[in-house]
Nanobody, 132 residues
Framework: QLHVVESGGGLVQPGGSLTLSCVVSGLTLDDCTIGWFRQVPGKEREGISC????????EYDVSVHGRFTISRDNAKNVVYLQMNNLKPEDTGHYYC?????????????????????????WGKGTLVTVSS
């Protein structure tokens, strides 16, 4: 059975850093897309970053490009989101979502990211608050 558990959220001042972790059990990270999504009250869940396939291809939303870095440790089945130079608008609940690959071509896999409708499994989320 597949489980997804996030951790690492908290309160941080603007300009600070946090590292989120997503532990996934029950599948191989090479065979899926792991995405980080953010949600604030009254808004849709939005894709922040993802890492997918054997090539560990990464993508970022334009709002976090250059500040956030996604990575993974296949041996531990963990995906990390290093968040630097945090801004108040980064505040929200951060969710880790798993989409299993339907098509694999070489080291690339199909993915619906950043569409949250493509996610099959969600964690319960971790809250990030950026405030002075």
């Amino acid at each position: 059975q597949l489980h997804v558990v996030e951790s690492g959220g908290g309160l941080v001042q603007p300009g600070g850093s946090l590292t989120l972790s997503c532990v996934v059990s029950g599948l191989t990270l090479d065979d899926c897309t792991i995405g980080w999504f953010r949600q604030v009250p009254g808004k849709e869940r939005e894709g922040i970053s993802c890492i997918r396939g054997p090539a560990a291809t990464t993508e970022y939303d334009v709002s976090v490009h250059g500040r956030f870095t996604i990575s993974r440790d296949n041996a531990k089945n963990v995906v990390y989101l290093q968040m630097n130079n945090l801004k108040p608008e980064d505040t929200g609940h951060y969710y880790c979502g798993v989409e299993r690959a339907i098509v694999r071509v070489g080291d690339e896999v199909s993915s619906s990211w950043p569409d949250p409708a493509g996610v099959e499994y969600w964690g319960k989320g971790t809250l990030v608050t950026v405030s002075s």
